[in-house]
């Protein structure tokens, strides 16, 4: 009876300790564009295979006209599917491409139309629409922890400055169990 106890106790321990990553936030920066940004993302998995992911990115760059250079600065939320294209036999290396929509405000010149006493603006201040797609390499390093190495392809329809905008850096993502 005894050794029957000390398998049970095993096996439920065993069960609860194998239960597959729900959750996990991420935080990455890097290149974004011409400038430079961060994301953060919250990610939902939905089985082994795929997950969702809600992300916040803020990029600041500087867009180029003649010798004149207007900085501006995008804030977007992305929902995206992934789905992995590549594992190693225990996850260690995931190799995920996705794809979502996007929307947000491109904030040109800190808002101000009049950029000096002869230059004014072509573009404005606006709320952006688009889509995403992109890839990402997770990394595990411990039982919570994993380095990202994420690109995204960011396309802002109605955007004046950055129609097709690149993320790619380096993030930390923290998994945490249901």
């Not at 439920?12 to 990553?21: G, L, P, R, T």
């Not at 992305?78 to 794809?99: D, W």
């Amino acid at each position: 009876m005894k050794y029957f106890l000390l398998l049970i106790v095993l096996l439920v321990s065993n069960f609860i300790h194998a239960q597959a990553f729900s959750n996990s936030v991420m935080g990455a920066a890097g290149k974004f564009g011409d400038g430079y940004g961060g994301e953060m993302t919250f990610n939902t998995n939905l089985d082994e295979y795929s997950f969702t992911q809600i992300a916040l990115d803020v990029s600041l760059s500087n867009y180029t006209s003649g010798e004149v250079t207007i900085p501006y600065s995008s804030y977007t939320v992305s929902y995206s599917y992934f789905t992995t294209l590549y594992a190693t036999a225990r996850r260690y290396k995931v190799l995920s491409i996705g794809a979502g929509l996007l929307a947000g405000y491109e904030l040109v010149n800190g808002g101000n139309e009049a950029f000096s006493n002869i230059v004014f603006l072509d573009g404005q201040s606006k709320l952006i629409y688009g889509g995403t797609i992109g890839a990402e390499i997770d990394v595990i390093i411990s039982n919570r922890l994993s380095i990202v190495a994420k690109t995204s392809q960011f396309y802002h329809m109605n955007s004046d400055f950055g129609k097709f905008t690149n993320f790619s850096g380096l993030g930390l993502r923290y998994y945490f169990f249901r």
